[in-house]
């Protein structure tokens, strides 16, 4: 099993929609979680960290669920401009050092 | 304001010479790390250092070396280069808070002929 895993995708909807993410994650010791949105061929940029009590950021709201391993990422009102590869990221320190373990993130194509 | 640096941005190879990948933080990070990028893959860690004089392998460091002797600079070499190193190479850097995130330099794009 992938320390950290999420649908590839592509998810292609309308302009306006609404579309979820989940990514499961394999060490419960874990201790921080993020999304990262990476453009095609660019380096991945944080999109925004994903806290226990869930947190939002204007249309993208991020869910932590520990007890269960997953983390999640809701887009409202979707952009054109979303379209972009979505990236999970899990942190935890393990043998002396944190080490970031990356999903091979879901594709997302926004459609006129 | 720059975070992390990297050069160059393109770079073609033939097989068999060697090269450079510069980074650079500016940020004052203890946490530095290199991975590659295939087409239509996920990350792969090559190699890491948590602090100035220490680096450690990662999952694909065949063909690479690293050195840290500055808290800013963590430049990742190829000796010989070959084909299957055609790839886009990220350099990133954490400060060590727990809950902090990664950031990114912009990438080198790198082909080997």
């Known amino acids: 099993r992938k320390e950290v895993e999420q649908d590839p995708g592509p998810f292609n909807v309308p302009e306006g929609a609404t579309v979820a993410f989940n990514c499961t994650y394999s060490n419960s010791a874990s201790q921080s979680f993020f999304w990262y949105r990476q453009d095609c061929r660019k380096e991945p940029k944080l999109l925004m960290s994903?806290?226990?009590s869930g947190n939002e950021d204007g249309r993208f709201t991020a869910q932590l669920n520990r007890a269960s391993q997953y983390i999640s990422l809701l887009i409202r009102d979707s952009k054109l401009s979303d379209s972009a590869t979505y990236l999970c990221?899990?942190?935890?320190?393990?043998?002396?050092?944190?080490?970031?373990?990356f999903g091979t993130g879901t594709r997302l194509k926004v459609l006129a | 304001n720059a975070g992390v640096t990297q050069t160059p941005k393109f770079r073609i190879l033939k097989i068999g010479q060697s090269m450079t990948l510069q980074c650079t933080q500016d940020m004052n990070h203890n946490y530095m790390y290199w991975y590659r990028q295939d087409p239509g893959m996920g990350l792969k860690l090559i190699y890491y250092s948590v602090g100035a004089g220490i680096t450690d392998k990662g999952e694909v460091p065949n063909g690479y070396n690293v050195s840290r002797s500055t808290t800013e600079d963590f430049p990742l070499r190829l000796e010989l280069a070959a084909p299957s190193q055609t790839s886009v190479y990220f350099c990133a850097s954490y400060s060590g808070a727990s809950t902090g995130p990664q950031h990114f330099g912009d990438g080198t794009r790198l082909s080997i002929l």
């Open positions: 990221v899990v942190n935890g320190y393990t043998s002396g050092t944190y080490k970031y373990i």
């Open positions: 994903v806290y226990s």
